[in-house]
Nanobody, 120 residues
Framework: QVQLVESGGGLVQAGGSLRLSCAASGRMFRINDMGWYRQAPGEQRELVAT???????TYVDSVKGRFVITRDGAKNTVYLQMNSLKPEDTAVYYC??????????????WGQGTQVTVSS
């Protein structure tokens, strides 16, 4: 049973920093892209950042220059370093990974979500 377990959310003042972690566990053949999404109250879930297995990253415009996504292949873990946080970054953050269970079966997996609250 593959699971994504997130940690690192919390309450921080505007201008502060937080680091989110997401570890994939279980029997896996390979992990392709990993990423972070967020969903604020009353809003749709949006993509924040992604990183490929080769290390190529993409970011939504609103976090460019403030957030950094990285991954540790040996630990099957993806991180999101969030700096210069703003109140509008407040949301539940979800980890996502596209995982191959074997040569023939692959699917998207999601973490349970971690709350990030930025106070003004």
């Amino acid at each position: 049973q593959v699971q994504l377990v997130e940690s690192g959310g919390g309450l921080v003042q505007a201008g502060g920093s937080l680091r989110l972690s997401c570890a994939a566990s279980g029997r896996m053949f390979r992990i392709n892209d990993m990423g972070w999404y967020r969903q604020a109250p009353g809003e749709q879930r949006e993509l924040v950042a992604t990183v490929t297995s080769g290390g190529t990253t993409t970011y939504v415009d609103s976090v460019k220059g403030r957030f950094v996504i990285t991954r540790d292949g040996a630990k099957n873990t993806v991180y999101l370093q969030m700096n210069s946080l703003k109140p509008e970054d407040t949301a539940v953050y979800y980890c996502n990974a596209y995982i191959h269970l074997n040569k023939y079966v692959s699917q998207d997996y999601w973490g349970q979500g971690t709350q990030v609250t930025v106070s003004s």
